[in-house]
């Protein structure tokens, strides 16, 4: 059974930094793209972001609301993908999922605010 | 970016009827060298994560029903519930993977029961 587990938010100030993780079990991570995806409160979907496998060279892109303040990052070794998020903004408020092509985790909610 | 925009914003359905949600994308996402719609459909309910029901436009995911299909090409699509079940209200979205540097969602339909 595919399983994505997202850890690491909570409350920060703004200015501040987090790091989220998301832990995968159950298929074959290496090989997989791995995307972060961000849901405010009552709103749609923004994606955010996303890292590619070793073989096509641990590509990432991002999205214009959180380039330069965001890095994706992955430990293969560890079916591990990461968000690292800086200068975080209140507008960063939101839970924020993790996912490969097909499966969801249940996100964890990041909460900017001083 | 490619700007995803669905209609409508809201819908009401009686049970057993036929619901219909459009999604219009501001460029093409059909891919010419496959001619693969770069186009998927998600559910969401309140409280969970999305779940993928549609991929490359029209092909239905793993265990989702029937009753559930996509259609369409290059800049206009419709996701068809054949007949509304109870289970079904939920929020649906638009996806395009067809710019892998800009994923990009439409807002969201609300479907409720009629």
């Known amino acids: 059974e595919v399983q994505l587990v997202e850890s690491g938010g909570g409350l920060v100030q703004p200015g501040g930094s987090l790091k989220l993780s998301c832990a995968a079990s159950?298929?074959?991570?290496?090989?997989?793209?791995m995307h972060w995806v961000r849901q405010a409160s009552g709103k749609g979907l923004e994606w955010v972001g996303r890292?590619?496998?070793?073989?096509?060279?641990?590509?990432?892109a991002y999205a214009a609301s959180v380039k330069g303040r965001f890095t994706i990052s992955r430990d293969d070794s560890k079916n591990t993908a990461y968000l690292q998020m800086n200068s975080l903004k209140t507008e960063d408020t939101a839970v924020y999922y993790c996912?490969?092509?097909?499966?969801w985790g249940q996100g964890t909610l990041v909460t900017v605010s001083s | 970016d490619i700007v995803m925009t669905q209609s409508p914003d809201s819908l009401a359905v009686s049970l057993g009827e036929r619901a219909t949600i459009n999604c219009k994308s501001s460029?093409?996402?059909?891919?010419?060298?496959?001619?693969?719609?770069?186009l998927a459909w998600y559910q969401q309910k309140p409280g969970q994560p999305p779940k993928l029901l549609i991929y490359w436009a029209s092909t239905r995911e793993s265990g989702v029903p029937d009753r559930f299909s996509g259609s369409g090409s290059g800049t206009d699509f419709t996701l068809t519930i054949s007949s509304l079940q109870a289970e079904d209200v939920a929020v649906y979205y638009c996806?395009?993977?067809?710019?892998?540097?800009?994923?990009?969602f439409g807002q969201g339909t609300r479907l409720e029961i009629k």
């Open positions: 996912r490969d092509g097909i499966h």
């Open positions: 159950g298929f074959t991570f290496s090989g997989s793209a």
């Open positions: 460029q093409s996402v059909l891919y010419s060298s496959n001619n693969k719609n770069y």
């Open positions: 890292i590619r496998s070793k073989a096509n060279s641990y590509a990432t």
């Open positions: 996806q395009q993977y067809y710019s892998t540097l800009s994923i990009t």
